[in-house]
């Protein structure tokens, strides 16, 4: 064991001074294991002598103690390490011999232990990175991610909360019928509009046609000569409907031919001057048509301006035609009491000849 120590020291002189220094330590260890390999030597040749020379010199037979150097490496590579003390491991199973055979076969470990000692740095296996863990990961992509600036907070600044995660799902199907619900009254109110505006356009575009339709009338209903009451008398019907269209066949149109036949200068003129619709349903309608009327004689004419007319209309074929005629102050109740004027279909419109006949001078 002095002997391999003593190697040991020399080798790691060695490597520390590659040039004179080593040489001196190892030259030191050389004798020093001659020295312990030769102390076996003599006691084996003579026993008998050196015991006495022991008993006689005491304090000289015992041997000098000499200084062990111990060298230490740090071995940082795994498999020099194992190489190590797999070297060791062997040596400690190894049966210890005699003080010869064990110089030996500590030099010939020497060797081994110089070459597994003088292993270049180089051969190292390169360590493996470290792995970071993925919380440092998750660490460096959160301080990449540039962060938002701060929301102003004023007296009038409102910061809306977020839901919840678990809430998230519920949020959006909120969302989506609530969509669904605002669509489908912008949907509703946009036909209601039109359906109004559609209203409104049949509405004004069916006035209109009843107020030609009474425009047209009373400029026709009084308006009879003895030379055009026939064509007037035409154009009156194509206007009229129903009782009235009835009335005036019957009753009004006879006294009219009979009353020209008798005295031919008698003539009813009517010229419309303004009408007033009234209520209008899609299939009626209320009209009051304001007239001037004038009746000519032999005596000379008499003029009734700004007669009013109301009249009740009808669609009748697609058509609106005027049904019923009530002069100022007469409706249903009252219109067969006679007190209604010139109209037509009524006994008072046809010009009667006595009333329009003047009576013979003596």
Known sequence: MTAKTTKEAADAAREREPDGGADEVEAVASEQDEAVEDAPEQQEEDPQAG??????????????????????????????????????????????????????????????????????????????????????????????????????????????????????????????????????????????????????????????????????????????????????????????????????KQSTLPGLAAAFKSDSQVGMSSKSTDVFVGSVNGKFATVVVMVDIGLQTKDGKVSQPATLLRLALAKVDGKWKVTKQYPSGVNDSNQNTGSNGLVPGSSAASPSPSATKSTPKN
């Open 51 to 248: 015991a006495e020379e022991a008993a006689g010199r005491p304090d000289a037979a015992r041997p000098k103690r000499k200084r062990r150097v111990r060298v230490i490496e740090v071995i940082d590579d795994d498999e020099d390490l194992e190489d190590v003390l797999q070297a060791i491991e062997a040596e400690d199973d190894e049966d210890e011999p005699p003080a010869r055979p064990a110089a030996k076969a500590a030099r010939t470990a020497k060797p081994a232990a110089k070459a597994s000692l003088a292993k270049p740095a180089a051969a190292a296996k390169p360590r493996p990175e470290r792995l970071e863990s993925p919380e440092e990961d998750a660490e460096e992509r959160a301080a990449s991610v540039p962060m938002r600036p701060a929301r102003k907070v004023g007296p009038f600044s409102y910061t809306p909360t977020r839901p919840p995660k678990e809430h998230a799902g519920s949020s959006a199907l909120v969302s989506v019928v609530v969509t669904v619900v605002v669509a489908a009254l912008l949907a509703s109110l946009a036909i209601w509009q039109w359906t109004r505006a559609s209203d409104l356009a049949s509405d004004k575009d069916a006035r209109g046609d009843v107020s030609k339709v009474a425009l047209q009338y009373g400029d026709v209903a009084f308006n009879y000569n003895a030379s055009n009451y026939q064509s007037q008398a035409a154009k009156a019907e194509k206007l009229m409907a129903g009782d009235l269209l009835d009335q005036f």
